[in-house]
C-alpha cells in the first residue's frame, strides 16, 4: 500500500482549509458558534431551541460542557439539559433547569410538546407561568375558555386553578413553578398576555429596555422581566440583592459576571442567581440581547 506524503497534498487543498477556519474564526455570532446565518431568515427565539452546543473545534472533544454549578450560582447550557417524561404530562419531555435542589424556592424547567399533547397540574398551592418559545399552544382555563398561546406569549395560572396546555404539533415551553406566598384579602387572577403588548418602563440610571409581564401589585409573589440591551450596553447597577433571579437567554450574547466568575452566555443559556450574589451583565456581538428573568418581589424576606 502506497503512503501519503506530505508532498502529495495539493495546494488548493491546504488553501481551502485555512479560509474554512477564518470563515468560522470571524463569524459574526462570536464565541460558541459556528458560522452566522441572518436571523431574519430565523423564527423568533430560534436559538433557543436549536442553540448551538459548542464550537467546532471542540465538538469531538469528550466532556466538554460551559455549564457551572457553584454554591450561588449556576450557568446550565444547552449541552447539558437532560429531557425525560414530564409527570403528569402527555406526549411532553422535560429539561428541569432549576429547581429546590440547587437551592432556589422555584422551578424552573423546559416542556417540549409533540402532537397530541396536554400539560398536568402543578401541586396543590402552587401557581404557574408558562412562556412559549416554538410553536403554539392552547390554553383551556378553569372557565372552559380557550387561549391560543403563540411564540412570545404567556399565561399565568394562579395556585389551585383548573387549566391545561394543549398542543397539536410540536411546541416547546419554558415554565416557572412556586408554591404560592399567600397574603390575607389578596387574591391573584389569571393573566394571559404577549410581550409586544406590555409597554416600556422608565429605567432611572440605566440604558436597557424593560417590560414586565405580571402586575406589580402586592397580590403577586414574582415577576417576570423581559430585558432588552443593544449590542455595548451593560448594567449600571452591580447588584446583589435578597431576591432570586431565574433567567434564559432568548437573543443575542454577551458576558454575565457572577460572584467572581464571568461567562460569556448565549441564545439558550440558563442561569439561576441565589440571594446577595453579585451580579452584572454586558451585552456583546451585533446584535441585540434579551433575556427573560424570574425575580420574586412583593414579600417580606423573614
Not at 477564518?22 to 460558541?32: H, I
Not at 458560522?35 to 427565539?45: C, E, G, T, V
Not at 401557581?127 to 382555563?141: A, M, Q, Y
Not at 394543549?166 to 391573584?188: G, K, M, P, Q
Request: aromatic fraction near 10%; charge should be negative.
Amino acid at each position: 500500500m502506497q503512503s501519503l506524503s506530505s508532498s502529495s497534498v495539493h495546494p488548493h487543498l491546504v488553501l481551502l482549509t485555512i479560509l474554512s477556519l477564518l470563515k468560522f474564526s470571524t463569524s459574526q455570532e462570536g464565541f460558541c458558534s459556528a458560522p452566522s446565518i441572518l436571523s431574519a431568515d430565523r423564527p423568533l427565539y430560534w436559538k433557543v431551541t436549536n442553540p448551538t452546543l459548542s464550537p467546532s473545534h471542540l465538538q469531538d472533544l469528550p466532556g466538554f460542557t460551559r455549564s457551572m454549578y457553584k454554591r450561588d450560582h449556576a450557568l446550565i447550557t444547552p449541552e447539558s439539559h437532560v429531557f425525560n417524561p414530564l409527570p403528569d404530562w402527555v406526549n411532553t419531555m422535560g429539561a428541569y433547569l432549576i429547581t429546590p435542589a440547587i437551592g432556589s424556592h422555584f422551578v424552573m424547567f423546559l416542556a417540549k410538546m409533540q402532537e397530541n399533547s396536554k400539560s398536568g397540574l402543578p401541586p396543590i398551592d402552587v401557581e404557574r407561568f408558562v412562556f412559549v418559545l416554538k410553536g403554539s399552544v392552547t390554553l383551556i382555563d378553569a372557565s372552559a375558555i380557550s387561549h391560543k398561546l403563540e411564540v412570545d406569549s404567556y399565561a399565568y395560572l394562579p395556585p389551585n386553578s383548573k387549566h391545561s396546555l394543549n398542543s397539536d404539533a410540536s411546541a416547546t415551553l419554558v415554565v416557572f413553578e412556586r408554591r404560592y406566598a399567600y397574603l390575607e384579602n389578596h387574591i391573584v387572577e389569571q393573566i394571559v398576555g404577549s410581550t409586544d403588548k406590555q409597554p416600556l418602563l422608565e429605567t432611572p440610571g440605566e440604558v436597557f429596555e424593560l417590560r414586565k409581564l405580571l402586575p406589580t401589585s402586592l397580590h403577586y409573589d414574582f415577576n417576570i422581566h423581559i430585558m432588552d440591551f443593544q449590542p455595548g450596553e451593560f448594567l449600571n447597577v452591580k447588584e446583589v440583592h435578597y431576591n432570586q433571579h431565574g433567567l434564559l437567554l432568548l437573543e443575542g450574547q454577551g458576558i454575565y459576571r457572577l460572584g467572581d466568575s464571568w461567562y460569556p452566555v448565549q441564545a439558550g443559556d440558563t442561569i439561576w442567581m441565589a440571594p446577595f450574589v453579585p451580579q452584572w451583565y454586558a451585552a456583546l456581538g451585533k446584535t441585540k440581547s434579551r433575556y427573560l428573568l424570574y425575580k420574586d418581589v412583593n414579600r417580606n424576606p423573614l
